[in-house]
């Protein structure tokens, strides 16, 4: 056994099924105040919610995008819950980009295409079942030993009510965050040694929009290797990265890859989430719909 990922909400460790052998991730998560049990139990849900409806339904792939629950359990005594996960050889996005950085590799247009549809068709499921992921980011992005992708960490996901629904700042990473979810004060005011949840608004209003802005930033790091709106291993106040993100525009992609995959990303980075492209827009792209039907 060996851990394999940590995050704001537990620790994933490699485990081993005595019985068939059969490798698996279990993630351990503290589960001692209402707010660790309410967040547990709502990620278990919605977890198990997604996988039921997908299984159940007669959707265009028998492929399932979302990382499959095996089982849970909690020990009481060490306040602690158990959510036995299926395992994802091919690691995770960030480690993937993180490998072409050292290797000084580009992902090739093919394979870029593939990624994107990929993502766009597991937003896609997740939106038309009204589920809202909230954390989407390269960490949460695992892959197969064969390159497929599968959604990962549910914590804090949220099933939608009307067009909007909210969660606590707790969390959530900024760098993925959309301009309307950040506080951008017209002062200049000094954020040393404020903490991030004093940096976000303290109820954060999610909508499917939200998802969309965090996929664009995925994807625009999938190609050009770095963040649209910060400069590489860049260090600045987060009021100034805040203020870069809700005001300035991104930086170019790089012009080997096409215009209508550079511009598709750039349409996801649209800071008016009134104006940002949907889910249903994207999957009417034809390139999105010939990957889609590869598969």
Not at 34 to 60: A, G, H, P, T, Y
Not at 215 to 232: C, K, S, T, V, Y
Request: aromatic share 8%.
């Amino acid at each position: 056994m060996r851990r394999i990922g940590s995050g704001g909400f537990g620790t994933i460790c490699l485990v081993k099924e005595k019985q068939s052998g059969k490798l698996m991730a279990r993630k351990e998560m503290n589960y001692d105040t209402l707010k660790e049990i309410d967040m547990v139990n709502c990620e278990v849900r919605i977890i198990r919610e997604i996988n039921e409806f997908f299984r159940s339904s007669s959707l265009q792939s028998s492929y399932i995008y979302v990382i499959e629950p095996l089982g849970f359990f909690v020990d009481e005594e060490e306040c602690k819950a158990f959510l036995i996960m299926e395992y994802c050889e091919g690691g995770d996005l960030h480690q993937y980009i993180e490998e072409m950085k050292k290797s000084r590799s580009w992902i090739s247009e093919e394979d870029a295409w593939s990624t994107i549809s990929q993502l766009v068709f597991a937003i896609h499921q997740l939106h038309n079942h009204r589920i809202i992921h909230g954390d989407l980011k390269p960490q949460n992005v695992l892959l197969t030993k064969d390159r497929k992708i599968k959604l990962g960490d549910f914590g804090l996901a949220r099933k939608l009510q009307n067009i909007a629904t909210y969660a606590t700042a707790n969390g959530f990473t900024w760098r993925y965050l959309a301009p309307e979810l950040l506080i951008t004060p017209t002062s200049q005011q000094n954020s040393k040694g404020l903490k991030i949840q004093e940096l976000l608004k303290q109820k954060i209003e999610l909508r499917l929009s939200s998802d969309i802005w965090a996929l664009g930033i995925i994807l625009f790091e999938l190609l050009a290797q770095h963040h649209p709106f910060m400069d590489q291993d860049e260090e600045l106040p987060l009021l100034e990265n805040f203020k870069r993100i809700t005001e300035n525009e991104p930086k170019p992609l790089p012009l080997q890859y096409p215009e209508n995959m550079r511009k598709l990303i750039l349409m996801m980075l649209v800071k008016d989430p009134h104006q940002r492209i949907t889910i249903n827009e994207i999957m009417q792209i034809p390139e999105i719909i010939a990957c889609l039907a590869k598969k």
